[in-house]
């Protein structure tokens, strides 16, 4: 699935705070809000930006049924308020109805992050009535011809367009994730109106994170400043507009920032997720930087304590781990040195400053590459899939 | 479907919290939260009051009369702070307008 920001606070008032956990030191932490089930990375697309790991989870690994109620019984026991059934394609289980349910009993708030293409009206209704709170249903644009193209699925566009008809009908809340680069770009206003018209209560203009997939794909993915900028100020008027009508979240890409992002609220602070095959990671991204070893809710762990006390959580909690200029930066706090699997990719070490931030001695170089890259021809996608990725053929078939 | 959008709260308004928002009292931290879509809010203990009583056959009015006897205070100055707290939430998009009664 594509990139999943979690939590994004809105404003807070007086009355109204969002609960996120504003505590003044970096060392501690408690347990996360929300949590991402990746229960499988089976999927009938193959965007080129899919955030799942290059190496895929194969199904036969997939934790078994007993297995994910077991966790879901876990996650509430200690305190987890939501979760998101995720993928792969959540829906690409057979079981995901009774997983939800089972979420549900447990008092759990379910979330569906789907691409839609295969639910039917009558597995939806079963979600439904299975206590299903909120359907996010991805786009790749805004026509068929460029978003079937994007997924490498003829027909998906026209049934997501069905699906969202079908979830407001059943009274379930919607959200539009459209994740964002050069090549759907412009279509950004009209994404917007097409949200408004399928009546979806959230909009997620989630531009694309460069690592894994879409890092292959960069080439063909990057935007331009000029791109980003209509962008942030399209999304800004929107806002404004639609205040009470349609809320919208906007995740920038990080390459032309002078800051970096706070990434995953910082490792191992709020968030973790699972992934089919049972590993507790910090960040959907998380396995591709080597030589960290990921506890299994398969092993003799608790959730609990693997979130707690394993080696990987703590290599990069809090600013001890820290190198120059990170170490004795103002903003270590703040930001706590970027994204660990965007330094480990970019710099071949997840402990140096992420190059997406200014005072990474890297920055220049890789912001000047992003933007060479974004005024290049190269618009062929890498298609995600489980034999290493699919070049596009040249006539974009 | 859900109720209008753009929801403008008056003393007349019936507001409920829509299906996808849920007000749940969180036992690990110990505080009342609003669960919905990517969002987890933290009311204080008034906005939790307040919500409770909008039960969708209460209108804003009757819940002000009923905060105002309980803590004997006026019942103007109770008025703005329940509809400013309703109309912020109103404004994030969790909250609707009662449907009407079926006879």
């Known amino acids: 699935m594509s990139d999943v920001p ?69 996650l509430a026991e200690i305190g987890v308020l939501q979760v998101h059934f995720s993928g792969g394609e959540p829906t690409a289980r057979k079981d995901l109805v009774e997983l939800v349910k089972h979420a549900s009993d447990v008092g759990l708030y379910t979330n569906l992050i789907t691409s839609a293409v295969l639910l039917t009206r009558e597995k939806l209704g079963e979600l439904a009535d299975a206590g299903l709170c909120h359907v996010q249903i991805s786009f790749q644009g805004i026509e068929e011809g460029l978003a079937d193209r994007v997924a490498a699925y003829k027909g998906g566009h026209r049934k997501k367009l069905e699906v969202a008809k079908w979830t407001r009908e059943l009274d379930l809340p919607l959200t539009v994730n459209a994740v964002m680069h050069r090549q759907n770009l412009h279509q ?33 993915l990057m935007p331009t400043v000029a791109q980003l900028d209509e962008c ?29 992002k706070k990434c995953m609220g910082g490792w191992g602070r709020q968030f973790f997720n699972i992934s089919p095959a049972g590993k507790v990671l910090p960040c959907h991204a998380a396995e591709s930087i080597t030589g960290l070893d990921f506890l299994s809710v398969r092993s003799n762990h608790s959730i609990a304590w693997i979130w707690q006390n394993s080696d990987a959580f703590n290599r990069y909690r809090g600013t001890g781990w820290m190198k120059e200029p990170c170490k004795s930066c103002e903003f270590r ?28 001695p890297l920055h220049e170089t890789i912001f000047k590459q992003a933007e060479a890259e974004a005024e290049g021809e190269t618009n062929r996608f890498l298609y995600r ?13 | 479907m859900a109720g209008p ?18 007000l749940r009292y969180d036992e690990t931290r110990k505080v009342w939260v609003i669960l919905a879509p990517e969002r987890v809010l933290a009311p204080d203990e008034i906005a939790v009051e307040v919500l409770q009583l909008c039960n969708g056959e209460r209108n804003v009015g009757e819940v002000a009369d009923q905060l105002a006897a309980k803590y004997a205070a006026p019942r103007e100055a109770i008025l703005a702070d329940v509809i400013a707290m309703l109309q912020d939430l109103a404004d994030k998009g969790f909250l609707a307008e009662a449907r009407e009664k079926t006879p």
């Open chain 1, 6 to 74: 979690l939590v994004t606070p809105p404003a807070a008032s007086d009355s109204l705070a969002v609960l996120e956990k504003s505590r003044s030191t970096a060392e501690t932490f408690g347990i996360p809000l929300a949590v991402l089930l990746e229960i499988t990375h089976r999927c009938p697309l193959q965007c080129p930006y899919c955030s799942n790991p290059i190496e895929l989870d194969r199904s036969a690994k997939e934790l078994t049924t007993d297995e994910w109620k077991k966790v879901l019984s876990e």
């Open chain 1, 188 to 220: 950004l206003p009209e994404i917007i109106q097409m949200s408004i018209d399928l009546d979806a209560d959230r909009l997620e203009v989630a531009n694309v994170q460069y690592y894994g997939w879409a890092l292959k794909n960069r080439a063909a």
């Open chain 1, 232 to 260: 942030t100020r399209t999304v800004e008027d929107a806002r404004e507009r639609l205040k009470g009508r349609l809320t919208i979240d906007y995740v920038v890409p990080d390459y032309y920032a002078l800051r970096p």
């Open chain 1, 333 to 360: 706090e703040i930001d706590f040195g970027g994204c660990r699997c965007q330094a480990f990719a970019l710099t071949g070490d997840a402990a140096n400053t992420d190059p997406a931030c200014a005072l990474s």
């Open chain 1, 385 to 397: 899939n489980f034999a290493g990725g699919t070049l596009e053929s040249e006539n974009g078939a």
């Open chain 2, 5 to 22: 959008r753009n929801i403008s709260i008056s003393e007349a308004s019936r507001p409920v919290l829509p299906r996808h928002a849920k």
